[in-house]
């Protein structure tokens, strides 16, 4: 008789252990990593100590950002104003192109770039560059 409560009880923490085990995982509870958008290739001089180098007036300037940018959501601005830019995307990255305003000669300006990801999250970068007297 002990053999026999012995075993069920056995029988019921092996199945109680199995189906605890089964219902922890669902499909719907993996959680998408987002990743951030990433930055590469800008193609100005950022302005430092001790070379202190100044771009032209008007320079075209570009970097590129990771194809999961929602192209979307791209910001850039210099001293709090939008810069207009232009967007090539292909299957590896999106291109943004854009100039200097002549407003700025002269002066130092922060280039700022916000943009996020397909899934949400963000990316914040900016370069500090000086432009040129004409």
Not at 52 to 65: N, Q, W
Not at 72 to 93: G, H, R
Request: proline share 4%.
């Amino acid at each position: 008789m002990k053999v026999n409560h012995f075993v069920q009880t056995t029988l019921i923490v092996a199945l109680l252990s199995v189906n605890v085990g089964a219902s922890a995982y669902s499909a719907g509870d993996v959680d998408e990593v987002c990743k951030k958008p990433q930055v590469r290739e800008f193609t100005l001089p950022t302005y430092q100590e001790p070379e202190k180098i100044e771009v032209a007036v008007e320079s075209e300037f570009s970097f590129k950002l990771s194809e999961w940018t929602d192209p979307a959501t791209i910001k850039l601005t210099m001293k709090d104003q939008s810069v207009p830019f232009a967007v090539e995307s292909n299957s590896s990255f999106h291109k943004i192109t854009a100039k200097i305003p002549e407003d700025f000669t002269g002066k130092f300006v922060r280039i700022n770039l916000f943009s996020k990801a397909v899934l949400g999250c963000y990316q914040q970068e900016g370069w500090l560059i000086k432009v040129a007297d004409k």
